[in-house]
């Protein structure tokens, strides 16, 4: 199950085995926006309040194109007594 704020791998396209965090997901559509992952850019028009030009941000990925990446465990491996 991906979650807001886990790590994952994109598993296709043209960010294929790049790591990054989950920021947003949108559960009707199955996407989700990576942080760093699959940016696009967005023309943006002069406003009272902000500067306009070319923004780079972020874009949704389907969750099928991503993978859960498993923390190692730090705990230790327990023997078997002979």
Same mark, same amino acid.
């Given at each position: 199950? @991906? ?21 947003? @997901? ?5 996407? %989700? ?6 940016? %696009? ?12 030009? @070319? ?13 859960? %990446? ?13």
């Amino acid at each position: 199950m @991906i979650k807001k704020g886990l790590k994952v791998v994109v598993l296709t396209g043209k960010d294929k085995k790049k790591e990054g965090e989950v920021i947003e @997901i949108d559960r009707p559509n199955n996407r %989700v926006k990576v942080k760093e992952i699959n940016m %696009v850019k967005k023309h943006v028009k002069t406003t009272k309040e902000k500067k306009g030009g @070319i923004v780079s941000k972020e874009n949704f990925i389907h969750i099928s194109n991503l993978k859960l %990446v498993e923390e190692k465990s730090t705990s230790k491996k327990t023997e078997a007594k002979k």
